[in-house]
């Protein structure tokens, strides 16, 4: 007869649900947060929050069918005169990730600039 050998202890690998890797990288990602801390404090790793955070963008990115769709939006232009011409001065380029820039010129309005970031995001 054979002999077998029970270890007994802490499991090596623990297993999370979604709501508590929410939390978790919620905390972690939370302005002022550190994440080496947060990570500590969970006793995991950071490698382990940030392929949370990979894997979690990845299921909140649009699919490649949502962004095959086109459409058409009306633009309107307006002459002002007393406004800076956008291209004088220096230009403000914002990489937001998958091949999307975005460049801010200084004439831009606060909300314009904020409306276009809400939509590329």
Known sequence: ???ITVFSGPERRRRWSDEQRLQILTEAF???ACASDVARRHEISTGLL???RKKLAAQT???ADDLSVT???E???VADPDAPRSGSGPALVVDL???RRMTIFPGASAVLVAAALRVLR
């Open 61 to 63: 990115a649009p699919s």
């Open 71 to 73: 459409g058409f939006a």
């Open 1 to 3: 007869m054979g002999q």
């Open 30 to 32: 939370a302005p002022g």
């Open 50 to 52: 940030y392929t949370w």
């Open 97 to 99: 990730g998958r091949g």
């Open 75 to 77: 633009a309107i232009v």
